[in-house]
């Protein structure tokens, strides 16, 4: 069952360090989807891309924060100095194409001390 | 602003009780309004997708209709695997190559009890 893979799945960093998420699009699908899931909150959109490509970006905070998917390997949401308030879920979602339903994978659980 | 309203945030059914959620919504254009169920510790997955008012799609115990501006998930005779929780979204009409994002609800939480 090829679906959308995450690694890793639980991370822990302290503060001042970074953190690197990656994901494996389903395959055949082009279109990558970064969301947080805060406690108590709704998934939150962070940024769209295509291969190479940033698409959308109006979600992710302007510090700190950056994506990539680049032409070979999966796709990478890096934190920068990671602060205690970036604990959070982060999902991945990916899909075919325009319109078409996001499938997700099963998130990171990023933990700061 | 897109927003998403769910309610109730959290329902308990016994099973076989039947019982409805609710999702309104606020879009400038609607594109598709999707539902997906989540389970703790999973990724969101996907159930349905609707895209225009009058129409309604089904799985198995799960029913959902969409009007202009609100959309249901009808769930019959809930099993207590039918327990997560739910969550709407909507993705607004864009022009070629525009934002495809989701606005999530913040869900419901069901609760089926033998």
């Known amino acids: 069952n090829a679906g959308v893979m995450q690694n890793p799945r639980h991370l822990v960093r302290r503060r001042g360090q970074e953190a690197r998420l990656r994901c494996s699009p389903m395959?055949?699908?082009?279109?990558v989807y970064w969301y947080r899931q805060l406690p108590e909150e709704g998934l939150k959109f962070m940024v769209y891309?295509?291969?190479?490509?940033?698409?959308?970006e109006s979600g992710m905070p302007k510090e700190r924060f950056s994506a990539e998917f680049p032409k070979e390997g999966p796709s990478i949401l890096r934190i920068q100095q990671v602060v205690r308030g970036d604990s959070a879920a982060y999902f991945c979602a990916s899909s075919p194409g325009t319109g078409r339903p996001q499938h997700f994978g099963d998130g990171t659980r990023l933990s700061i001390l | 602003e897109d927003q998403v309203t769910q309610s109730p945030e959290a329902l308990r059914l016994q099973e076989g009780e039947s019982s409805s959620l609710n999702c309104s919504y606020t879009v400038s254009g609607l594109r598709g309004l999707f539902w997906y169920r989540q389970d703790p510790g999973k990724g969101p997955e996907f159930l349905f997708t609707?895209?225009?008012a009058g129409e309604e799609k089904e799985k198995e115990r799960l029913k959902a209709t969409l009007t202009k501006k609100e959309s249901f998930l009808h769930i019959t005779a809930p099993k207590p695997e039918d327990s997560a929780t739910y969550l709407c979204a909507v993705q607004r009409f864009h022009t070629q190559g525009g934002s495809e994002k989701l606005v999530f609800g913040k869900g419901t939480k069901l609760t089926v009890n033998p």
């Open positions: 891309l295509q291969k190479e490509n940033i698409i959308d």
């Open positions: 609707l895209y225009s």
């Open positions: 395959k055949g699908h082009s279109h």
